[in-house]
């Protein structure tokens, strides 16, 4: 079978056709070299290119590769883009002096992409940097690398290689980084993970001169900035891998107009084109469905709250690694710079049983140091209470419950308003409040069940369930020290009286054994008499009360103003 002539830099090979044909396909023979085959070009040689049964080989992706890459052309879109980034910082640093914050605002991270609903964030991120040195460190490998891919892929092909480079570093870095990240490296190394994946796409096609920068080759020249982009201080090695990956995938799938058949350009413009929409508009849909229960990407698996005092709630990994103060009170925030955050806090009670929304007020005006605005809105549970509460630029929404002499208290705490998602997450940490037993009165009831006899045992028990609330419980235990003679018998006593003071209507309380003890009591003994009054004011038995607040009249011990406010309901004594 006749054999083709090729002519290339005046050297002659002869070919078989199919052999032709495959060099062409693989770009390992240019369009522009010479070739003599009767079929084809009679007894003339005629340039490749022109001969129409090998337009399909001509055509082939790695021979419009290698086409390109011996053409050298200007890498436009990659000096526009070091340009454009150089204005980025020039506009960054501007805002900054205006008092905004930029950097915050277009960061991409679980914080800013899903809770403040900046779902274009995986787009503004690589345009802003940590500062001048952050930006001069990025720059030069990012121009490099663009350019090596825009000499295989033109412009339309870059674009879609740091398109996939910006979403694929988000789809890692939102759900598993602790802080948000900004930086042009996630290009850089999109465009890196390019080189390689043309490499391998390509092979052989790539002038023998060019292919130390594509494929495995490259790594030799990045080996120090692959060291230091994955082993530096506040680095993102998410935001690293995420871009690599991502540049790697779009080199190896996707078909830009540059490796393109020539009569298909058209056509193939139209499909980056779309594809290119496709990937602008992936984030704002993943952001809106994350937005919209952001506890998918962070579940509240974690235990917090104040243990010790039987106050519960679930949180996030990213919560549980951040907790801190918020105004003295214990709080979880989603990272380290955040602006907000979910506090809970419980304390023991001057007067028990007894929500006072008036001393919430005052302890936050305390807390915040300026007035503050306070209004009740439905709680998130029953058997709360809740509040918001304003000043200046702080905002506290907060829900309290009382259980005996303990108040228990959750909310959240914000610098600036915020934003639905944020709001919505941090209710869903709210709503997974619960009480248990404080560790005091299970220590209390340990200790007890190991001897049972031990009045100071018995009084210690009963003295934590009254803190907890558990009134029936406390009493039953005080009576069961009546009738020890060892001074216990008026430790117990007094205890009842003061439960009963503020509890009248429980069975307990009832029976003789008050008259009993009133009889047996020292007019000295404040701790019995005055919860006396109380309680029979309580039971509405004025006259008897007020008897009691006369013989208390010359008692040196005893508070006039607290006996006064006793009889508060029934008048004074006469």
Known sequence: MQQVELRENDEETLLHPSDLEEALRKGTVPGSAVVRYEPWTGTLFARIETIAALAGAVDAPAARAAARLAKKSFPWATTLLCLLLLLAFGLQVGLGLMGLEP??????GFEPT??????WSAWTAPWLHGGARHLALNLPILAYSCFRVERVLGMTGLLLVLLGASLMAAL?????????VVGSSILAFGAWGAQLGLGLRLGEAIPREQRSAYGWSSYLLFAFFLVAGFSAPKVSVLGHVGGYLGGLAVSLWVRPETLAPRTGVALTRLRSLGAGLGLLALPAGLAWLLASSPTLLCSLSRPAGVLQDGLELSVCWRMASHPGKVMGLDAWGVGPGSDSAVFAAS?????????????????????LG?????????????????????????????????????????????????????????????????????AELKNRREAWSKLQGAPQRTFEYGEALETAGRYEEALALFARLETQENGWEWESIRARFRICSTHSTLAACGGAWRD?????ATLEDVAIRVPAIQWLVAEGRCPEAQQ???RLERVPEVDPAEVKQALSTCGAPR
């Open 103 to 108: 950097e915050r605002l277009g960061a991409v």
């Open 114 to 119: 899903v809770l403040d609903a900046a779902w």
């Open 172 to 180: 890692l870095i939102v759900p598993f980084s602790v802080l948000p």
């Open 347 to 367: 304390h023991l009670l001057r007067n028990p049983d007894q929500l006072d929304p008036e001393l919430l007020q005052q302890d936050w005006e305390r807390r």
């Open 370 to 438: 300026s007035p503050v605005t306070q209004t009740e809105v439905p709680a998130l549970q029953e058997g709360w209470r809740a509040w918001t509460l304003t000043s200046g630029g702080h905002s506290v929404f907060e829900q309290a419950r009382v259980e005996g002499a303990r108040i228990h208290r959750v909310g959240w705490y914000t610098k600036r308003p915020l934003s639905p998602p944020r709001k919505a997450f941090y209710e869903a940490v709210l709503k997974t409040v619960r009480l248990s037993e404080p």
């Open 516 to 520: 009993d003890w009133l009889k047996k």
């Open 548 to 550: 009691q607040a006369r």
